[in-house]
């Protein structure tokens, strides 16, 4: 079955960068990129460009209503994620949306018990769960070989929030479109991967946020410390602090000068065993050995994400990443903004 996918505010930077979701679309077997929108219609046009012109449109319901697409892949501002996905459950549509789906977590928890009501199919990408790190992590969790859990860290530090204007995506910028700044855009990712490596509810205990370095309205780094029910500390780092590159750069490198070089560690470490995972290497270090393994990802994970997702719906299995775990995250994240006495 060939299926027609259409794609809702193209606008957001992971249209054609990063995840570059339109891209990996467009190449996939049976798959056909019917359709995109964007409230820009040049811009719509301009991303169509670059993935055979599909037909482009400004209003996301009139394009639904011509072209009755068969999936939904869902972008766009974070102010208006909950508005589409309302829509999209009303309508009957399966999608994936990107996180964080909402501004805060009260306007996620509305379209998760919707989604729950309605037995809608409704994905959310989580790339770091098919990280060489995270599926490391998981097969020694399921061994048991860390022994008693004591501790997880993560540092996500990346390029420049200029990118974000270089990349048509100036939105992000703008606390009252995004909801904040690098917490809310990466805190989602290291929430979730935490959550699932220990499999317990989270409190977090301290937080702090800036915007010193880069001097916008949204922080460029934030630090947060949680705490598992059962005991486990955990550090997240989340930043636009890395300056390797300008907004030139930007412009110039493409995805894949994009994604090397960015500022990044995780740890998990137990009584018996602590893995790591940094600058493309895991090392895996026990009481008398050690051992040092590849740590980078067989591709862009995205397509995968994408792949599966159209597998899942098509064969009537339950998403691998839902709305409600996209919810556990953002709740996080409003907690640390909270701490960090930041409204949102």
């Not at 410390?225 to 110039?252: D, M, Q």
Request: glycine residues 10%; aromatic residues 8%; negative net charge.
């Amino acid at each position: 079955m060939r299926v027609r996918v259409a794609a809702i505010g193209v606008s957001h930077w992971h249209a054609l960068y990063d995840p570059a979701y339109l891209r990996q679309l467009h190449k996939m077997e049976g798959v056909e990129l019917a359709a995109i929108q964007d409230d820009d219609l040049d811009l719509a046009n301009r991303r169509g460009a670059e993935v055979g012109s599909p037909k482009a449109f400004s209003d996301y319901k009139e394009m639904l209503l011509q072209t009755r697409p068969d999936f939904v892949l869902a972008l766009g501002r974070h102010d208006r994620m909950a508005a589409v996905a309302h829509h999209l459950l009303d309508n009957g549509y399966p999608f994936l949306m990107e996180k964080p789906m909402g501004l805060n977590a009260a306007e996620v928890a509305g379209i998760a018990d919707k989604a729950k009501v309605l037995n809608s199919y409704a994905a959310v990408p989580m790339p770091l769960r098919l990280s060489p790190f995270f599926l490391k992590a998981s097969a020694l969790a399921a061994e048991n070989r860390f022994g008693r859990l004591s501790h997880l860290y993560m540092r996500m530090n990346r390029f420049s929030s200029a990118r974000y204007i270089a990349w048509d995506s100036a939105w992000m910028l703008d606390p009252a479109a995004s909801g904040g700044g690098a917490l809310r855009n990466l805190g989602v990712h290291g929430f979730d991967l935490f959550h699932a490596l220990v499999g317990e509810e989270m409190e977090v205990v301290g937080a702090q946020i800036s915007a010193r370095s880069l001097g916008q309205k949204v922080e460029d780094y934030a630090s947060v410390l949680f705490r598992s029910e059962s005991g486990v500390l955990g550090t997240l780092e989340v930043g636009n602090a890395f300056p390797r590159l300008t907004t030139e750069g930007i412009k110039a490198g493409g995805t894949d000068k994009l994604l090397d070089g960015a500022d990044g560690e995780m740890k998990i470490c137990g009584s018996d065993a602590m893995l790591t995972a940094k600058d493309g290497q895991l090392k895996l270090v026990a009481a008398r050995d050690e051992e040092t393994m590849p740590g980078l990802p067989d591709g862009n994970p995205s397509y995968r994400i994408l792949e599966d997702a159209l597998d899942r719906w098509r064969s009537g299995r339950p998403a691998a990443v839902g709305v409600f775990d996209c919810l556990r995250a953002v709740k996080l994240v409003d907690d640390a903004y909270r701490l960090a006495g930041t409204a949102t």
